[in-house]
């Protein structure tokens, strides 16, 4: 193995304010933003409440009363005219209204029950009644429309400054912390590919090279948050293969580029984002079903930092082409984006954001959506000599200072656009995190970055460093007990490992991280291949671990950074490639091409392997498999500084070309 050094935040980007990155000593309860958004929302309330007492305490009227009751608390109109099912029936319906509000888009929805709440009563203010007397009246209802409007807010706001001062009273503790604390900078550890990189690896490739319009191999639900989403599951199945290529095969990047590419397009497939529509037209009123237009983050951030990743990971450009992209509605109409006009649209998003991050559903803002619209703007820009990062980045900052960051250092996952309130939706662990996106800020913001790992890792290393005294002799010999995915249906436990593996390597416990890979393979393999799959787990796990795996020794964020560079040394650039998998293909320490290769399905395979890059006139000689059809293993490169062996490959082999000295 070989171990390369980790660059430091400031390696990273230049971009910095002065380290440490401390946390604000007073730290206010909202941002700007979200203080304008709230008062407004309180002076609507407001308002609703003074009209709803003018109708209780001003008129004699029944049906005003029983609407007034109800503008006190939604649906208590219902008790005061003696209907506690309907009553029941309209705190059910808030439920939905809150669920829709939060996982459609239907802002109307809570306002549309409200106001239900306050007319039907109204009309049935005068009418018959069950069980009770024609007309009958509860005239307690109303104090206890009040009591219970009292305690839903009260709750609220006790349970909103609670967690607040209790963040706010570490402030302290944690700047003592960050002024002393330092995070080590461990080797990374260049791996060889195992055996369960292989088959993931194949199993990537064999997803890839389904026709075009197959999906065969991810996990199929609702497209809007259960955690069954196309989108996401192809993102990481792209990030993945990019840092393999990057990591494994940079010397030969054709295969893994080709198959790269089928990925990128899938996420065309109408099946991936027709689900937009919907949301465009509950959330914005707007039909228009173009998934990159307008808001839509979560598809358009992602997609950006899945291009960048990719151009970096293997150098080619094809997405740079005007209408390489092209999203294809039911009816015909064909929205034609490339990689730069997918930026350009998150740059406009972001310009226009009111918020100052824009929506991922209409009216709602996620940090980690924005982040990724961070890191597709600064991975464009490394790639193409653009400042579209520099223009946004201020105020993006001021927002995610302002307005999301908490008293202890974490981040709000969510916020709403119309009414500027942040809640746990129960996707995170107490709604909020230290770092965010792909990237975790390394690339947009080192020092924030820095900081991030530097909090969660005064969390993880007891834990990390207790399990790390398990391991005997490079052997991790437990099990991980299985949970639950995202997506509520499966079942399984290489989250876990993945948790475990990525906590390893913040803590510098490279033998625990090393001994993880392997014991969540042997925990987790299922001996399948694609369509199944090589780990027991649905595609949130599976994909994660595949980036887990291969984020060494370069990272998605150090690749966001170093853009693309070419590869120095010999490079394959032919090959059967339907038939040969390439496992291995990077240049060692002398110069060397080191070639891992076996065939795809098992057959044997007789190959014409084709090389660049080679010195022109010099003698290559490659060792590690004999010959094959009469052909000598050493050649003389051509003047264009190429050359080409036959070889026949039925099992895996190693490989090494180097030139010879004459």
């Excluded at 609703?48 to 109109?77: D, K």
């Excluded at 939060?102 to 018959?128: K, Y």
């Excluded at 009111?354 to 709602?364: A, I, N, R, T, Y």
């Excluded at 105020?395 to 302002?402: G, K, P």
Aim: glycine share 8%; with cysteine; hydrophobic share 45%.
């Amino acid at each position: 193995m070989t171990t390369v050094a980790e660059p430091t935040p400031t390696e990273l980007s230049q971009a910095a304010p002065t380290w440490p990155l401390l946390l604000p000593e007073q730290p206010r309860r909202y941002g700007p933003k979200s203080r304008r958004l709230l008062a407004r929302l309180v002076v609507a309330v407001a308002v609703l409440q003074l009209a709803g007492a003018w109708m209780v305490f001003g008129t004699s009227s029944a049906a005003w009363r029983a609407a007034g009751t109800s503008l006190v608390f939604p649906g208590a109109g219902f008790l005061y005219t003696a209907s506690p099912v309907l009553f029941a029936v309209t705190l059910v319906s808030l439920v939905v209204a809150l669920v829709l509000w939060w996982g459609a888009s239907a802002h109307l929805a809570i306002p549309l029950v409200w106001a239900a709440s306050a007319v039907v009563p109204a009309a049935l203010a005068n009418g018959p009644r069950l069980w009770v007397a024609h007309g009958a009246t509860w005239n307690w209802s109303i104090g206890a429309a009040y009591l219970m409007a009292v305690v839903f807010v009260g709750t609220a706001l006790v349970r909103t400054e609670r967690a607040f001062r209790a963040k706010r009273a570490s402030i302290a503790e944690l700047n003592d912390y960050l002024r002393t604390a330092t995070l080590e900078r461990h080797p990374k550890v260049r791996r060889d590919a195992d055996a369960m990189d292989i088959e993931l690896y194949r199993w990537c490739l064999s997803f890839a090279n389904q026709p075009a319009d197959g999906l065969d191999g991810l996990d199929w639900g609702e497209q809007f948050h259960g955690g069954t989403q196309l989108r996401y599951q192809l993102n990481t199945v792209a990030w993945a293969m990019s840092l393999y290529a990057a990591n494994f095969v940079p010397n030969a990047p054709a295969q893994a580029e080709a198959a790269l590419a089928r990925v990128v397009l899938k996420h065309t497939d109408l099946r991936v984002w027709r689900y937009w529509r919907t949301l465009n037209l509950l959330g914005n009123f707007d039909a228009n079903p173009d998934p990159i237009r307008r808001d839509n983050i979560m598809f358009s951030a992602f997609f950006g930092d899945v291009l960048n990743i990719y151009e970096a990971a293997t150098g080619s450009t094809r997405f740079d082409q005007p209408g390489s992209l092209p999203f294809v509605w039911k009816d015909g109409r064909t929205f034609a984006y490339d990689h730069h006009s997918i930026i350009a649209a998150v740059e406009t998003n972001f310009q226009r954001s009111s918020l100052g991050f824009f929506p991922c559903e209409p009216g709602w803002s996620f940090t980690v959506c924005n982040v990724m619209g961070a890191q597709s703007l600064f991975g464009h820009d490394r790639l193409h000599g653009t400042h579209t990062w520099d223009g946004v980045k201020p105020t993006w900052v001021r927002t995610l200072e302002n307005e999301y960051l908490t008293p202890d250092g974490s981040y709000a996952h969510i916020k709403s656009n119309l009414v500027g309130l942040a809640w746990d939706t129960g996707e995170v662990p107490g709604g909020h995190y230290l770092a965010a996106g792909s990237h975790r800020f390394a690339d947009i913001l080192p020092l924030h970055a820095l900081r991030g790992a530097l909090l969660e890792r005064r969390r993880a290393a007891p834990k990390m460093k207790a399990l790390a005294a398990s391991v005997r002799d490079g052997r991790l010999d437990m099990e991980l007990p299985e949970t639950l995915e995202r997506n509520r249906t499966i079942r399984s436990a290489l989250s876990a490992w993945n948790q475990v593996i990525g906590g390893a390597r913040l803590v510098g416990e490279g033998t625990l991280a090393t001994a993880a890979l392997d014991a969540s393979a042997r925990q987790c393999a299922t001996g399948q291949r694609w369509p199944e799959r090589p780990l027991a787990s649905g595609m949130q796990g599976f994909g994660g671990h595949m980036i887990v795996r291969w984020s060494a020794p370069m990272s998605a964020a150090e690749l966001n950074v170093r853009g693309y560079v070419a590869p120095v040394g010999p490079v394959l650039a032919e090959a059967p490639w339907d038939s040969l998998l390439v496992v291995e293909a990077r240049c060692d320490s002398e110069g060397a091409l080191v070639l891992r290769v076996e065939p795809m399905s098992g057959d044997v395979v007789n190959a014409a392997l084709q090389f660049i890059s080679l010195t022109p006139g010099a003698t290559y000689q490659l060792e590690g498999q004999l010959e094959a059809d009469g052909q000598s293993q050493r050649f003389v490169a051509g003047s264009d500084g190429t050359g080409s062996v036959h070889v026949s490959i039925d099992a895996p082999v190693r490989m090494k070309l180097y030139e010879v000295a004459s």
